[in-house]
């Protein structure tokens, strides 16, 4: 078990061409993965750079006090207490406790995320999916209990999940998945899970998943015909290969939603979103951001997709639908649902690097 | 007492044009506010937005059990217990820390960190001068004790001062420490203190000070003739008003530091930067770093600049000095100090956004 949290941006690319959304499916012997991370040299400034800690825990501990920490669900399973500071995102929440679960697992080997067994095999871990529903965005203050666990969505791939509540009430705020598959680093290519690593990490593995998703939702690709196109965007950030590696997916996300026009945005805000991993994008790509509302109308988008809408969630697209939307005229064509696709810029073609899907959701004023 | 902490980055401009380091020598009669923020609509995305912490506190608690801080020093400085997290940096712990000190102070009057008696006087903060030496980085999962006080550099200012120790040895990892003057958010003018204001912060103020310095390092203005000129900067993530404030600082910080050639900075990292603010950069201003190396020798620049060097920095100078620097020739041609200046580029004349003077340091391998 090791750091399935956060991403590491390396290029992944299949030389299939597939469209297949499951990277379980793939058959690893037709992945290959394509050129070498061009990251441009940056300086983290002021801030932790690739410090490893030291004292990792060679055994398993079910206290961290420090952190409010505490292993849990049968032993495996791990809650931490969290006082939100004044400049955290969901993202960082999920990627801080994704890490510390590995801490006190005893199983963490380095500070890039790697087991001992995945050490052995240069095997290390990459993302290629990850989807997070907020019901509603804590605060500076306010205390959250965060649970993560992992479990095995298919055979070589492996899941984490997280459920972000609120200590006082219980209410659930966010809740976020993602599958994870191994790399060799010499070879660049995806790997299938050695039996040593599966018996390293299995024991770990919780069957509960904390998004429903009985069949894993199709992001279709897009085109240059899409509704809107920002091109000529820059990575301007990529940091050297430290902890911070979200950032690039932060930054994804970004550029998608800044494709949308901006008087939708300034009244809305995301309320979930898909990304599937096609290629890592280095610091010196062109990218462009394309982008496509969806063509049902905000009944269909909203309702249909989001099964599992909260309460909350609920107020706030009924809310939106008594009142409409003055910005964007009539109901019919305010789409809640976009789909995207980032992909760089090249001088003879370009490359899928991340499909998105987002469900967006009126403000609360 | 607010936040201190956080910057406010709403256009600031002396309209007398003085080189003048101290704010607080400033003639107030003479301080012109100009032109208004200029906010690139962005989305904060899987972020807290401009949330506003409810329950605010409306007296002194001496005690935060949540977050571990305590009030200390004669009942009017702070100090918090601090688990690094992963993405966490140095400018995220003063932020931090300030905030929740003016929280259990009392005088929070609301999010932005504005006391009862200035939201009565329309007035909020803006920082005017901030530095910041750091000896060590900390690192993911290392706990440090964060001491935090306010005090009074002159008449209308305030002064909030920052001590990083790690916990375990009590070793001074950074200090820091800022100045903040008043502006009216109507009119956007700077503002003497009124008297009320005073008279609610004053019995915080501590005189002790994190940096000594007796006279403030003068920071020379650049003009084009510069050794490094980054052209055509602009800023990407300009968020909406809330919390984040500081990413603009920090990425003024980058836009000086990456004008430095990158083979140097590939081994060298910040030890301390001073920052002088003049003028607000809104979002659709685009932004040219100049970049002056310190014509004195390592020698000069290292030791004349940081008298308080603790042991570590003198030991990692002296490494430096000892064992040269293979990638930029003779030791005499490794400046460790370069001034900056951050300037919008206009159609007919660039003004002065921020200075910038810094010293860099072998990073260790």
Avoid at 313 to 320: H, P, V, Y
Avoid at 325 to 354: A, C, M
């Amino acid at each position: 078990m090791a750091s399935f949290s956060y991403a590491i941006p390396l290029p992944i690319r299949c030389s299939t061409g597939s469209n297949n959304q499951d990277p379980n499916k793939q058959s690893l012997n037709k992945i290959k993965i394509t050129g070498s991370p061009t990251r441009s040299l940056k300086v983290d400034i002021l801030s932790q750079t690739a410090g490893i800690r030291q004292n990792i825990p060679t055994k398993k501990q079910l206290v961290d006090y420090h952190r409010q920490g505490l292993i849990i669900k049968e032993g495996v399973g791990y809650r931490q207490t969290v006082v939100i500071r004044s400049y955290e995102s969901i993202r960082n929440l999920l990627q801080e406790t994704a890490l510390n679960h590995v801490w006190v697992s005893g199983l963490l080997s380095n500070g890039f995320g790697a087991t001992h067994e995945m050490m052995k095999n240069d095997l290390i871990r990459v993302v290629s999916r990850m989807q997070v529903q907020v019901d509603r965005y804590p605060i500076w203050g306010e205390i959250m209990e965060i649970g993560t666990w992992v479990g095995a969505p298919g055979k070589n791939g492996m899941r984490r999940d997280w459920l972000i509540r609120s200590q006082a009430k219980g209410h659930v705020f966010a809740r976020a998945t993602s599958t994870w598959v191994m790399m060799n680093q010499k070879t660049r290519r995806l790997s299938k899970m050695p039996e040593e690593v599966m018996a390293e990490i299995s024991p770990w593995f919780i069957e509960k998943q904390a998004i429903q998703e009985d069949v894993p939702e199709k992001i279709s690709k897009l085109d240059s015909k899409a509704k809107y196109v920002n091109s000529n965007l820059k990575m301007e950030e990529t940091r050297d290969l430290d902890m911070n590696q979200l950032v690039n997916n932060m930054k994804y996300v970004r550029w998608m939603l800044e494709t949308i026009p901006d008087q939708f945005l300034v009244s809305h805000q995301l309320s979930s979103i898909i990304l599937e991993y096609r290629k890592e994008c280095g610091g010196s790509n062109i990218v462009q951001s394309l982008c496509k509302p969806d063509e049902d109308g905000i009944l269909n988008s909203g309702l249909k997709q989001n099964n599992d809408m909260s309460p909350l969630n609920r107020f706030s697209l009924a809310s939106e639908i008594m009142e409409g939307n003055g910005l964007l005229g009539s109901l019919d064509n305010v789409p809640l649902r976009y789909t995207h696709l980032l992909q760089t810029q090249g001088e003879t073609k370009n490359e899928e690097i991340v499909r998105g899907k987002d469900h967006m959701e009126e403000k609360a004023i």
